[in-house]
């Protein structure tokens, strides 16, 4: 049998050994050929030099429905790889995630399979590589780093054992280790999060309105006049918001623009780390300094280690005016998508499912 040497070439299908494979279910294989048949074949399968597939059972399935005799094939020789000795040509172009998995995967079972015939031909040389230096080798050959490896790795493992993890992989190949990595590790937190037991009086989200008091400001337009009592900064900056929150928290802490910098405050002396700023654009005029406000600002932050639930929410969103102070019904769905109910809300001016209520002023409470 003829062998091909590391680089691509096309091979008639009928030569393609396809051996065991670990995906039983190769979606939709119809609509695969179909793009293939519009685009052609963007990514070649990978074999053996003696034509094993490794990886690109899809591709061979959608080849083979429409017809094709041959198919474009990338040669992987597991012995170069193990040397060190990697041909220019191969290690230059690009693998997708999925198939450096499999390259591993195969390498693996192939360097643990030699050294178990060492040991049975009187141990002399039966260890077998370190992982790490074996993700290295990996990462040189397919131009990435033994870290890329590593995670490709997990990704992989992921979706071969639990089923709402699958679409990673398909996500890896289109947009890149990372994301995938980090869309990953965002539901193993969320597990972790969700099985850890809620202490008493305590939350994993909390919500603060608090009532900043507008009369020592100069140059404010309108009439700032509050149906319910104000708080001075120090008031604000002594709530037992850090006795609210659970040792892993999400803080939302709403702010005008003439009080970030008290937000900011507020958020280091309650023990949070500021991370970004959600911004509501509201569709009318309000008052402000200097500048007439059209939006009002919830500066995010986090104690101890907690991710956000989604990473798709972007930092502004519009919604209409209610009544004085009230935050609209599009804040709290980007609390729940982002972070863990139920909540604590310190001033709350309305009522919700999820939401509680954690603190008024004297005056308000009464009203």
């Known amino acids: 049998m003829a062998r091909l040497r590391n680089n691509t070439n096309s091979i008639p299908l009928n030569r393609i050994r396809v051996g065991g494979r670990h995906r039983r279910d190769l979606g939709d294989i119809d609509g695969l050929a179909r793009t293939i048949k519009e685009v052609g074949l963007l990514h070649a399968v990978v074999v053996t030099p003696d034509f094993r597939l490794i990886?690109?059972?899809?591709?061979?399935?959608?080849?083979?429905?429409?017809?094709w005799k041959a198919i474009p094939v990338r040669v992987v020789d597991l012995e170069q790889i193990v040397k060190g000795e990697f041909a220019e040509n191969a290690h230059r172009k690009d693998f997708l995630p999925s198939e450096v998995d499999s390259i591993r995967r195969l390498l693996e079972a192939t360097e643990k399979a030699a050294a178990k015939q060492r040991m049975s031909q009187g141990g002399k040389g039966a260890k077998v590589s370190h992982p790490s230096r074996a993700t290295d080798r990996i990462g040189a050959f397919a131009s990435i780093s033994g870290r890329q490896v590593e995670k490709i790795a997990k990704v992989c493992e992921a979706?071969?054992?639990?089923?709402?993890?699958?679409?990673?992989?398909?996500q890896m190949d289109r947009h890149g280790v990372n994301r995938a990595y980090r869309a990953l590790h965002r539901m193993r937190d969320e597990e972790r999060v969700r099985g850890l037991q809620p202490h008493p009086g305590k939350f994993r989200t909390l919500i603060v309105d608090a009532p900043y008091s507008y009369d020592d400001i100069d140059g404010i337009f309108g009439d700032t006049g509050c149906p319910y009592a104000t708080m001075t900064a120090e008031q604000i900056l002594a709530l037992p918001v850090a006795r609210w929150a659970e040792d892993n928290a999400h803080l939302y802490l709403w702010t005008t623009n003439v009080f970030?910098?008290?937000?900011?405050r507020c958020m280091q002396a309650w023990g949070f780390e500021h991370k970004s700023i959600l911004t509501w654009i509201k569709p009318g005029m309000g008052l402000g300094s200097y500048f007439r406000g059209t939006t009002e600002h919830c500066v995010f932050g986090i104690r101890g280690r907690l991710m956000t639930r989604a990473t798709d929410i972007p930092t502004h969103f519009q919604a209409p005016v209610g009544a004085h102070s009230e935050k609209p019904a599009a804040f709290y769905r980007i609390v729940e998508r982002a972070?863990?109910?139920p909540a604590g809300e310190a001033f709350q001016r309305t009522p919700r499912p999820g939401f509680v209520n954690l603190y008024q002023p004297a005056q308000q409470a009464a009203a």
């Open 260 to 264: 970030m910098p008290l937000a900011v």
């Open 339 to 341: 972070s863990y109910l």
């Open 159 to 170: 979706a071969r054992t639990d089923p709402r993890c699958r679409h990673l992989v398909e």
């Open 55 to 67: 990886a690109g059972k899809r591709r061979y399935e959608a080849c083979k429905q429409l017809g």
